[in-house]
């Protein structure tokens, strides 16, 4: 029987070099690349090399949207705004925090 496959997949290194693990190693031949579009800030880049990724696998591609998802998040990844900068002292204080 073929070993059938399906890889999350964010165009991250992580995801990437799982799927290449998925087919080449443990040599599943049918696989599907799945992608999620929660509305990221990164969503064009990530689909694209995703898309690449399962190109290169001869993989199928499939995208879910679930923009609910992003809805519900107060992440960066999905949210206007930039990031604060910490400064060495607040850090160097969250760190002691965390540690009592």
Not at 65 to 92: V, Y
Request: net charge positive.
């Amino acid at each position: 029987m073929e070993k059938k496959a399906i890889v999350l997949c964010s165009g991250g290194i992580d995801s990437v070099v799982t799927a290449y693990f998925v087919r080449k190693k443990l040599g599943y031949k049918k696989m599907k690349i799945l992608f999620f579009d929660y509305r990221q800030k990164s969503l064009i880049s990530e689909r694209k090399f995703s898309r690449m990724c399962a190109h290169e696998l001869k993989a199928e591609f499939m995208e879910i949207s679930i923009p609910e998802l992003g809805k519900m998040s107060g992440s960066l990844i999905n949210k206007n705004g930039k990031a604060g900068r910490l400064s060495i002292n607040k850090l160097k204080k969250a760190i002691k925090e965390s540690k009592n």
